[in-house]
């Protein structure tokens, strides 16, 4: 033995050989072994080639299946020989030093290529050979009166070199003659076929029109007739043949013989069965994939009335955090696991589960109690996936999250049934995940909605769909306005108005906060510099404007704010930027360092919703505030007469403490003249709401400071 390690072409010519030694047996070649290997080398070459090429090209798979048909491996068998053979050592000496999960995938195409190939080139083979017989037929059938013996020599010599089975008979059913390949075909001796009668040849899946059409074509009413036919071997397998008989009339027209033309299709059946099943089974599980699914799918769904369908959509939780972290070959590994475990769930008639693709899973349960079945079916699989995954010596936790649609059968197509399983699903991840949630009509609709207002923001700024209303501030001593708070709205084309509470979260989420909030800074920096200029001399107006968290991240928020301003001309104290306390829970020096240099400027900073959050007043000090906005909850409070005491000291001690730290307090949601009454009482500076204005546009505001200034 060598010491030396094999080069690549070494391992390629072993490749060959394993392969020609597969084949050979299966082939119908008149070369020897060693002859047939040198004829697949260059095969193998090219498979090897293929293999490690950075792009796939399908067709030198392709040219591969062709080139076996060619090379006479049209034995059934010699194609899924071929393929296991590729499917495993390929990789193994072909490989190189490429990735495994790639060249594994690379070659799992590969073969599917091979097998298109050897289909289409054998299809066209026996087309061709069948157009020769045909034509030869016919051309014999002409010749009769013409040139009897040179036409017969002839058709002798067609009728057995022929590949295809060529059968004669009487009217009466009596095999007279049969060629070579067709008694390769049924795998019986001359003798035994000649003792048989045609109509013994039934089979169990014979179409029923056959026998129909071959009495027609004995009584001489029809001439010929094409079908697809099975036939018993006497070793009791299946022949599979594409049969075409014909009716032989005599010089004088009368009939007098069938001729049978059957081309074998049994391998092409069985590498139709073999290419289905890949097309609908996940490579990686070998669960039934996506397409598989649908399918079974849309039958439950268009079963009669009665029957029900139940589906559990999992998707795994943090398994991206498992592929980042251990490798995709683990990841694999575990889905691997998952998919044994979810299949040993659902084994009962009409449960089935299938992979659609990553860490997504479902199980279907159809008949007419999938009410209580689901239930049980989603409980089964938390209960699978409780045991940890073990892979490479460590315990993996895998947890799932389902979303469950139960219901009958006849209402709903499968897109609309997966789309609700999976907007459920959503709803157990953001509930915590590892829990199953079960769809509800009202959700969905919640969702859907959400995901359409999500997609149709960005068009909407562009579209100029937002607008602003304005909502006066009021001083509590004297009563005059002393500015507005913007409030965004959105006029959207199909829902009408929409409030900021159900779009800001999904501009938020989206980033498109920061392009919507400039414009509304813009906008409502301009709407009070004209305030100021139509109000002249009565105190300048100011504008307040709400800012998300996200826009304080934003590195362009100074800049862009004092853009704005000079644009505009609108001094910097005109200007209140409001913030949530949530937003400044624990923030640290980064965080506030743009609100420095924005309060450094002159502009007011306040601090929005104050006392909803965790409010840390100590913190208060820290912060580059100028403004505590009390939030709605506590004038709520003070709705009845006399006001909830509790409430009543709580402001008052938030006030002084405001107060004593130089901040103005604020006030949200005032509606009614006893609240006005008692804020002011217990020293707030300023107050919002319903009680002297709703949010509106700006013109009105105009008209509510001149009102104040003139009353
Ligand atoms: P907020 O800043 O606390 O705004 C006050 C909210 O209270 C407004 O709701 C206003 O219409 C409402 N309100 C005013 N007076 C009363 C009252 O007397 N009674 C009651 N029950 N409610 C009153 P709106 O307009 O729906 O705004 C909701 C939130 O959306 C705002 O809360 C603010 O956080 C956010 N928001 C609004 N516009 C913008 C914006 O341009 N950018 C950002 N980032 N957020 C905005
Ligand atoms: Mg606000
Ligand atoms: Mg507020």
């Known amino acids: 033995m060598s010491a030396e390690p094999d080069g690549p072409e070494d391992r390629l010519r072993r490749f060959a050989t394993i392969w020609s030694r597969a084949v050979f047996p299966a082939t119908s070649t008149s070369l020897t072994r060693p002859e047939f290997e040198e004829l697949l080398l260059p095969l193998a070459r090219r498979l090897s080639e293929a293999l490690r090429a950075r792009t796939y090209d399908a067709a030198e798979g392709r040219a591969v299946g062709a080139a076996l048909v060619e090379a006479h491996c049209t034995e059934p068998e010699a194609l899924s020989r071929a393929l296991d053979c590729v499917d495993a050592y390929l990789v193994l000496y072909c490989g190189g030093d490429g990735r495994q999960e790639d060249l594994r995938a690379r070659a799992a195409r590969l073969q599917s290529a091979m097998a298109a190939g050897y289909a289409e080139a054998l299809r066209q083979r026996t087309l061709a050979e069948q157009e020769a017989i045909a034509r030869a037929a016919l051309e014999a059938q002409g010749a009769v009166a013409r040139a009897l013996h040179a036409t017969e020599a002839r058709f002798r010599a067609v009728f057995e070199g022929a590949a295809i089975g060529i059968g004669i008979a009487d009217l009466e059913g009596n095999i007279l003659q049969v060629n070579g390949a067709l008694l390769r075909m049924f795998g019986v001796t001359e003798h035994t076929m000649l003792a048989r009668c045609v109509t013994e040849w039934t089979h169990p899946e014979d179409a029923p029109q056959v026998w129909r059409l071959y009495e027609e074509l004995v009584r001489a009413e029809r001439e010929h007739y094409h079908t697809e036919k099975a036939f018993h071997r006497p070793d009791g397998t299946v022949l599979w043949t594409n049969l075409t008989v014909s009716l032989l009339r005599d010089a004088d027209g009368n009939p007098q013989y069938q001729l049978a033309l059957m081309e074998d299709t049994t391998e092409r059946r069985l590498l139709n069965l073999r290419l289905r099943y890949e097309a609908t089974h996940d490579a990686l599980t070998g669960l039934p994939n996506r397409t598989l699914f649908f399918e079974r799918l849309e039958k439950a769904l268009a079963a009669g009335e009665g029957q029900r369908f139940g ?401």
């Open 311 to 711: 589906l559990c959509y999992l998707d795994l939780d943090g398994f991206k955090a498992i592929n980042d972290s251990l490798g995709h070959a683990a990841g694999d590994r575990l889905l691997v696991e998952v998919a044994d475990r979810l299949q040993s769930c659902a084994t009962a008639p009409g449960e089935m589960v299938a992979r659609l693709g990553g860490d997504e899973f479902v199980a279907l349960t159809t008949g007419p109690d999938t009410e209580s079945e689901v239930d049980d079916l989603a409980d089964r699989i938390m209960n699978a996936l409780v045991t940890p995954v073990r892979i490479d010596g460590r315990e993996l936790l895998v947890r799932g999250s389902i979303g469950i649609v139960e219901g009958p059968a006849g209402e709903r197509g499968p897109a609309e049934v997966l789309r609700s399983a999976d907007i459920t699903m959503y709803r157990a991840k953001s509930a915590g995940g590892n829990r199953y949630e079960v769809a509800d009509a009202e959700a969905d609709a919640r969702a859907i909605t959400r995901h359409g207002l999500t997609t149709a923001l960005p068009a909407a700024l562009d579209r100029g769909e937002f607008f602003i209303e304005y909502q006066p501030l009021v001083h509590l001593g004297d009563g005059t306005v002393r500015g507005a708070e913007a409030l965004v709205r959105w006029l959207h084309p199909q829902h009408g108005v929409l409030g900021p509470d159900r779009f800001i979260p999904l501009a938020e989420r989206t980033g498109l906060i920061v392009p919507l909030g400039r414009w509304v800074l813009e906008q409502s920096v301009r709407q009070a510099r004209e305030w100021q200029r139509r109000h002249g001399g009565t105190g300048p107006l100011r504008v307040n404007v709400n800012l998300s968290p996200c826009q304080l991240t934003h590195p362009g928020l100074v800049q862009d704010t004092v853009e704005i301003l000079e644009r505009a001309g609108l001094a910097p104290d005109a200007l209140c930027l409001e913030v949530t306390e949530s937003a400044l829970i624990g923030a640290d020096d980064d965080l506030l360092k743009p609100l420095r240099r924005l309060s450094e400027m002159g502009i007011d900073i306040a601090l929005d919703d104050f006392g909803t959050g965790y409010s840390n007043l100590a913190n208060l000090r820290r912060l580059p505030v100028r403004v505590l906005k009390l939030d709605r909850s506590f004038t709520q409070g003070m709705q009845q007469f006399p006001a909830d005491p509790v409430d009543l000291k709580i402001v008052e001690g938030i006030v002084s403490l405001a107060h004593s730290l130089d901040l103005a307090v604020t006030v949200e949601g005032v509606e009614t003249g006893a609240q006005a009454e008692q804020l002011r009482i217990l020293g707030c500076d300023t107050a919002q709401g319903w009680y002297y204005a709703r949010p509106g546009p700006p013109e009105r505001l105009h008209e509510l400071a001149l009102v104040d200034a003139t009353g």
